[in-house]
């Protein structure tokens, strides 16, 4: 079959690999429908995380059940499956307590399981998916048209992430909130603040394709400014005290500055931008204004039985975020694409 | 009248000032009938807090109304009141967001005033108190007892305090609570986390009579260990993962430390610890766990209604925290006691 992999910064290829096989009895194995590209494998793709020669990459993605190991049960051959961007049994107490992402039994996508054995990237022809029963989520009901493909493949990470930067924060009826980082999870995060009843939106962003999208999915206002002007124009939209919550979805120093910095006393930022090696977060400020923090790698596989009704039924459009697709041949160019910011987030077919 | 000064590290003297007289229409006059000192006055007694000589002291302090100026109108002559440790409004849009601690018009004891007027300091015979419809308290129902008076004082600062890092973590009913701290804040929040439901309370103290009045408060477990070996002992006793809320009422590096890494995956650290120069905030491990961090300096203007029934029914006993009680004039010796951990905390009788 074909996979992606990574061989260091700039360095994508498409490349025959052997198919996988079930290799312990909790094993299914999935033909990809879709996936994707995440902002985060940019990282690699960049240079800013080290890679090994050779890497198996991608952790997002959809598709229908081919084989199953002895020990799955609630996953069928035929199934149409979501995949969460990890591997988690759904049982464990971190599992049970909401936390999948810190999953006892966990593991990653393109990286070797708890055997040894080569677990595929996602962005590939097929994948072995460990702890099936865990990992998969099986979509029921109508058969998945075409169109909804985009939309369900949000769920195996950005409308999922969204969400829980907005969960963390404690988004409720009423709120206003600021959303930084224009990206595929921010604009997923301004759908999931107005999903979750917040009356006052306001999305930071400097792309007038991006803020658009923002405006479509619910936001009120949209802040160009960053830094202290920033801060400043949030202040100016909230009688002078700053949003009740704020959903930092970038994970850069600049970025939670300008969070912790656009929130007002006793509120909160919901954080899901993976941190880019710091910062350290600013004890005496939070302190004395009461400003907490929340959040962290989102636990999405917990948050797809809530989430997919309203991604079914077009009550929202988490999936407008690709603004691309291509043939999975093409991944080294859906790299580049959203490495130069021509794309938000590419979508790839097999 | 006689009020406490603080002119350095280790110098404390009580002496006669000025009787405080209504300087402004919103300003109360209240006889102190009890005030205290408090773990962050040490900050200052111990040198690590920069101290202007002839400082007035004390932020605590509960008493009798004598005089009111023409613009009170909740507060009257004879009420009998609790003063919170800071000044505040009661209407700003902080007040009513739940922050008093960041009321727009706030103000400090022992400071200048917003007109430039000294404030007295809570550790002296009387208070003149700014904003007093806001600031002040007004005890109702039955006259105060005399073995009231303690658990009342409590309610300006220590009760308060270790309520809303129980708040702050979100303790439910059901909750494993682990607190970092024996001083008389974290006793408190001993009691905050079993009045909220917690069923497993686990207190980290090493010292015996503290630790025996954590268990008379709540606590169903007491670790003395610190630093990695108390992180392995809370995982003993919470199945390997953490405790689901830690309630951090120290401020140091170290005890900061030892809360994060004593939360469950997905779990809350609630902080009231005065952070004593840092440390920065961990968000590597904080995103990589999902532990969220929120607190600050408390708005225990705003927890006195909900909490003064259940002190003055007896149903709990903060007022235990002060196990000294010494006349105002001996203020030297109060903050001596503290200083050298002879007493928890100190309550002080003009």
């Known amino acids: 079959m074909l996979a992606t992999i990574i061989d260091g910064a700039h360095e994508v290829r498409v490349e025959h690999v052997p198919d996988p096989v079930i290799a312990d009895p909790t ?22 995380k080290q890679v090994t020669p050779g890497s198996r990459i991608g952790h997002e993605f959809i598709g229908v059940v081919e084989a199953t190991g002895d020990a799955v049960d609630a996953v069928k051959t035929g199934d149409f499956v979501i995949a969460p961007f990890y591997v988690c049994d759904d049982t464990c107490v971190n599992c ?7 999953c006892l039994a966990g593991e990653s996508w393109g990286a070797l399981d708890r055997n040894g ?14 702890l099936a029963d865990g990992t998969l989520f099986v979509v029921d009901g109508d058969p998945v048209r ?20 907005a969960v963390s924060a404690g988004v409720g009826p ?42 479509e999915f619910g936001a009120t206002h949209v802040v160009p400014e960053r830094g202290d002007e920033g801060v400043a124009r ?57 400003v907490g923090v929340n959040g962290g790698v989102a636990p999405v596989r917990g948050y797809i039985p809530e989430l ?28 580049a694409a959203m490495d130069e910011r021509r794309a938000i987030k590419v979508l790839l077919r097999p």
């Open 27 to 48: 094993d299914a194995i999935v033909r990809v429908v879709a996936s994707c590209v995440c902002g985060s494998d940019l990282w690699r793709y960049r240079g800013i």
């Open 96 to 102: 049970r307590n909401g936390v999948s992402t810190s």
């Open 117 to 130: 054995v080569q677990v595929d990237g996602g962005q590939g022809e097929r994948v072995r998916v460990p």
């Open 146 to 165: 075409t169109e909804e493909i985009p939309g369900l493949l949000s769920l195996s990470d950005v409308m999922g992430t969204g969400h829980h930067a």
């Open 174 to 215: 009423g709120d206003t909130v600021a959303v930084v980082g224009d990206g595929a999870v921010g604009l997923c995060a301004v759908i999931a603040a107005k999903r979750l009843g917040a009356t006052t939106i306001i999305a930071m962003s400097r792309h007038e394709d991006r803020a658009a999208l923002a405006r």
């Open 234 to 290: 949030i202040r100016e939209l909230t009688g002078g005290i700053g949003a009740d919550r704020v959903l930092e979805c970038v994970g850069t120093k600049e970025s939670m500055d300008q969070a912790i910095r656009s929130t007002r006393p006793g509120g909160m930022v919901g954080y899901v931008g993976v941190p880019a090696g710091g910062p350290e977060l600013p004890i005496g400020r939070l302190f004395g204004t009461n």
């Open 308 to 335: 997919i009704d309203d991604v079914r039924s077009g009550r929202i459009h988490p999936g407008r975020v690709f603004d691309l697709e291509l043939p999975l041949v093409d991944a080294p160019e859906a790299y």
